[in-house]
């Protein structure tokens, strides 16, 4: 069982920045890859970033490539989600979620474990 805790999010303006942090309590950490997702009021939940178990892969969506990077600290069993230039359509709950593979995989069926969320909320 892995559990995911996610914090950082909060209320920003347009432009602005925010990092979110995923904790995972298993120390097996290391195997697993990371995955962001977040769901919009009103809107299915859709994937945002993934980065496999080493940091060596990454993979995006076309709406945040080139603003948001995914990284991880396999030493503090953490992931994070840097978001920069944030725009009013990135408001929503984001969720970490983790899945014990080597891919890196971008459909939420796959992933065994989420955290509860995180709001992030960003003003025009």
């Known amino acids: 069982q892995v559990q995911l805790v996610e914090s950082g999010g909060g209320l920003v303006q347009a432009g602005g920045s925010l990092r979110l942090s995923c904790a995972a309590s298993r120390r097996t950490f290391p195997n697993y890859a990371m995955g962001w997702f977040r769901q919009a009021p009103g809107k299915e939940r859709e994937f945002v970033a993934v980065?496999?178990?080493?940091?060596?892969?990454?993979d995006y969506a076309d709406s945040v490539k080139g603003r948001f990077t995914i990284s991880r600290d396999n030493a503090k069993n953490t992931v994070y989600l840097q978001m920069n230039s944030l725009k009013p359509e990135d408001t929503a709950v984001y969720y970490c979620?983790?899945?014990?593979?080597?891919?890196?995989?971008?459909?939420?069926?796959?992933?065994?474990?989420w955290g509860q969320g995180t709001q992030v909320t960003v003003s025009s």
């Open positions: 979620a983790a899945r014990h593979t080597s891919a890196v995989p971008i459909t939420e069926d796959v992933y065994d474990y």
């Open positions: 980065i496999n178990w080493s940091g060596g892969r990454t």
